[in-house]
């Protein structure tokens, strides 16, 4: 590895595609969202076996709430069940889960079942994996200025290391990596704060195809990268 490039941390995903994913094969979208499902959960593992720390997920943006009533329904109900039967599998597989974004605009019923997952599993070490649901990156940065001066910090005490403690993914370092797939090049608004330096990774398979050996090709991509970060 070159010396310049440390070791891959904290990756971060846009999983998209599923929706084309199915209607290319002629079948519901909703199949879709739950091949990639099981996608994700694949990912989770391969990540750690790979000795990454942590694993981001873009699972729902509240742009998503645009969608039909059909089709949020499903996914909030992939959402309850990461959140209570799922939990078991992290368990068995050391892995933490950890949520960002605007809680409070979900239903009291999944808020009530993220905060039972992040109990049950805090105690898991190999790898956390953080959804970031309900989740927008502008909205991120203006909730982190609303908490500061509900704080009472008065202007000249505000600085990034700051803002950073204040946002929905406090505790987390910034993205190594941030993989999108299905051929879009853009973040659509995810971790608009942390991504500065990131190293973006666009692969044209959708996400429900997206295999460990994608993401062996796409960690030897980064391996490759020199990051200077400015300098």
């Given at each position: 590895?070159?010396?310049?490039?440390?070791?891959?941390?904290?990756?971060?995903?846009?999983?998209?595609?599923?929706?084309?994913?199915?209607?290319?094969?002629?079948?519901?979208?909703?199949?879709?969202?739950?091949?990639?499902?099981?996608?994700?959960?694949?990912?989770?593992?391969?990540?750690?076996?790979?000795?990454?720390?942590?694993?981001?997920?873009?699972?729902?943006?509240?742009?998503?709430?645009?969608r039909s009533e059909k089709e949020i329904d499903y996914l909030v109900?992939?959402?309850?069940?990461?959140?209570?039967?799922?939990?078991?599998?992290?368990?068995?597989?050391?892995?933490?889960?950890?949520?960002?974004?605007?809680?409070?605009?979900?239903?009291?019923?999944?808020?009530?079942?993220?905060?039972?997952?992040?109990?049950?599993?805090?105690?898991?070490?190999?790898?956390?994996?953080?959804l970031a649901l309900n989740y927008n990156g502008r909205s991120e940065i203006v909730e982190a200025?609303?908490?500061?001066?509900?704080?009472?910090?008065?202007?000249?005490?505000?600085?990034?290391?700051?803002?950073?403690?204040?946002?929905?993914?406090?505790?987390?370092?910034?993205?190594?990596?941030?993989?999108?797939?299905?051929?879009?090049?853009?973040?659509?608004?995810?971790?608009?704060?942390?991504?500065?330096?990131?190293?973006?990774?666009?692969?044209?398979?959708?996400?429900?195809?997206?295999?460990?050996?994608?993401?062996?090709?796409?960690?030897?991509?980064?391996?490759?990268?020199?990051?200077?970060?400015?300098?």
């Amino acid at each position: 590895m070159d010396k310049k490039t440390p070791s891959l941390k904290h990756l971060a995903i846009i999983p998209d595609g599923n929706r084309r994913w199915a209607r290319e094969r002629g079948r519901p979208i909703l199949e879709g969202h739950q091949a990639g499902f099981r996608v994700l959960k694949k990912t989770a593992v391969w990540c750690r076996d790979f000795g990454i720390e942590y694993l981001t997920i873009f699972a729902f943006s509240r742009d998503n709430w645009k969608r039909s009533e059909k089709e949020i329904d499903y996914l909030v109900k992939l959402a309850i069940k990461l959140f209570s039967r799922e939990v078991k599998w992290a368990l068995e597989e050391d892995i933490q889960i950890r949520v960002a974004g605007d809680r409070p605009g979900l239903s009291a019923q999944i808020q009530r079942r993220i905060k039972e997952a992040e109990e049950k599993t805090r105690s898991n070490n190999k790898l956390i994996l953080t959804l970031a649901l309900n989740y927008n990156g502008r909205s991120e940065i203006v909730e982190a200025f609303r908490q500061i001066i509900k704080q009472g910090k008065k202007a000249g005490e505000i600085n990034e290391d700051l803002v950073s403690r204040s946002l929905w993914t406090a505790g987390l370092p910034d993205p190594d990596m941030i993989i999108r797939t299905s051929g879009e090049q853009r973040l659509s608004g995810f971790l608009t704060w942390q991504s500065i330096y990131s190293e973006l990774y666009f692969l044209s398979k959708y996400w429900p195809d997206f295999n460990k050996g994608d993401l062996e090709t796409a960690l030897d991509d980064y391996r490759q990268r020199s990051r200077r970060f400015g300098r």
